[in-house]
């Protein structure tokens, strides 16, 4: 059985422990990039989400078993032609997972509504910030589109700040939820939320959800918080919403392209926080996925054990 090891850059130095783990295994391992595997006849291909695996790379490969993301996500990966294929997807989600990036959320809203760019900008510049922009959390609409583990972890923990937390899910019937939310039309989220967070999952050419019509609904001045998938937003459509004072703030840690290119509108954007997709990774949290990441990759090359 061979594997085929995606470099990532979450795996950074720990790339060559989970290859010697594999090796231990009785894998043959192989390092490089998708289409290195042409015409194997057992394989497995294990790296990030992102990378792009389609249905033609998957015929080229006609003895791939599995697919295995080093992150929650799978984007990367046409789910509709591996399940044709009756090829696996495993990632990378462990106990920690929403966790650590539900505590990562809160911290970003936080340091949004009391305009902690600002504050640090002032610093730097030996002045004062004007504290009109600066606002609490208590006192704030929240709204979650998402509401699998990330999203429901994130209400969980604004259940102590005492907000009203309004939340759209795909599968989600409007009214009260058990926890306590709201479950409300996108349409209505936009509209009464001062602080939007993005928990949403994003499938192989799925549109964004905050898109330019999107963002003529948003509450004036709100603050726009993604954590989950940069696809997920128009980015150019929200810079022009910051850019202008449609929106108030924004805390983005991920974007379309990764890293942000130089002559992204987003970089140039006011009361703006923009970190590289790892606002919610945490030494622990890092251990878990690694050993989750392995296990799994173990797991499907012998007898297609389920991830």
């Known amino acids: 059985m061979r594997v085929l090891l995606v470099s990532a850059p979450a795996l950074g130095h720990r790339e060559d422990e989970v290859a010697a783990a594999l090796r231990q295994a009785g894998l043959e391992v192989t390092h490089g990039e998708p289409g290195a595997l042409h015409g194997a006849d057992f394989a497995v291909i294990a790296g990030p989400g ?21 992150g929650i996500g799978c984007e990367g990966f046409d789910r509709e032609a591996a399940k044709a294929r009756s090829i696996a997807i495993a990632t990378g989600r462990t106990d920690r997972s929403a966790s650590d990036m539900g505590s990562a959320t809160i911290a970003l809203m936080l340091a949004l509504c009391h305009d902690l760019p600002a504050a640090i900008t002032a610093f730097a510049q030996g002045s004062r910030r004007d504290i009109a922009r600066a606002r609490t959390l208590d006192d704030a609409t929240v709204g979650i589109i998402g509401y699998g583990a990330l999203g429901r972890d994130v209400a969980r923990r604004l259940r102590a700040w005492g907000v009203r937390v309004l939340v759209h899910g795909r599968s989600l019937e409007p009214g009260p939820l058990a926890d306590g939310s709201e479950s409300v039309s996108l349409a209505r989220l936009l509209e009464a939320s001062d602080v939007v967070s993005l928990h949403a999952a994003l499938a192989h050419g799925d549109p964004p959800i905050i898109d330019e019509a999107a963002l003529t609904r948003v509450k004036p001045g709100a603050l726009l918080v993604n954590t989950a998938r940069g696809g997920l937003l128009d980015e150019r459509a929200v810079a022009a919403a910051l850019h202008s004072g449609r929106l108030g703030g924004a805390a983005l840690d991920c974007f379309a392209v990764e890293p942000l290119p130089a002559d992204s509108a987003l970089r140039t954007a006011p009361h703006t926080i923009l970190t590289p997709h790892q606002i919610g990774h945490t030494r622990a949290g890092a251990d878990a996925m690694v050993r989750r990441f392995t296990d799994n990759i173990i797991r499907l090359a012998f007898a297609g054990a389920r991830p």
Do not use: I
Request: aromatic content about 0%; overall charge negative; hydrophobic content about 50%.
């Open 50 to 70: 992102t990378m792009p695996v389609d249905a033609a790379l998957m015929d080229s490969c006609p003895g791939l078993r599995g697919l295995v993301s080093l």
